[in-house]
């Protein structure tokens, strides 16, 4: 049973980050800026670390990323991974097993600008100084709005598939 519990949960993280890929890839044409894209390829991220866990949540963010960088024919900057490792592993160690709607509250905003300075580290070692912080100002700008919206479509499709996802954050019971 262990076993099939864990192909459930891989079916489940790769589902999840093909679903990231696909939102990415969107936008990153939508928007058509190579340096700058809108950070909504987090929200299954963000579902997959609070059902799965932290370490599940980081996997999706690296292999979502580096499919998305790949399909939007991208160069591939390493340090631009930072981002979505950190929207894979920041909800995971507070809400994995502790889900609430008030600390998804604090925790999206938080975890938006611990990405957003990755982003402009990145960016600050991969282009130069100007570009950086015309970015920077734009990503702190647009963090209180874009959290309001990624929070409002975590809490939702969270509730949604909550009787779906009980089966990866209950404790089994023992008979």
Known sequence: MNGNKQLQKIVLAASLA???VVIDVFFKYALGIQNFGLPFYAVPIILGSIVLGPLYGVIMAVVGDGVGVILANQGYLPMFVL?????GLVPGLF???RYSAVKLAYVIPLTYFLASLSNTL??????????TLALL???MGLIPFNSVII???VK???KKLLP???????EPQKT
């Open 18 to 20: 093909a679903v990231s």
């Open 156 to 158: 939702d499709v969270h």
């Open 95 to 97: 809400l994995h097993k």
């Open 164 to 170: 779906f996802t009980e089966r990866y954050t209950l």
């Open 83 to 87: 981002a979505p490792v950190v929207w």
């Open 122 to 131: 990145a960016l600050y070692i991969h282009f130069d100084i100007q570009t």
């Open 137 to 139: 100002v734009l990503r």
């Open 151 to 153: 929070y409002m479509v």
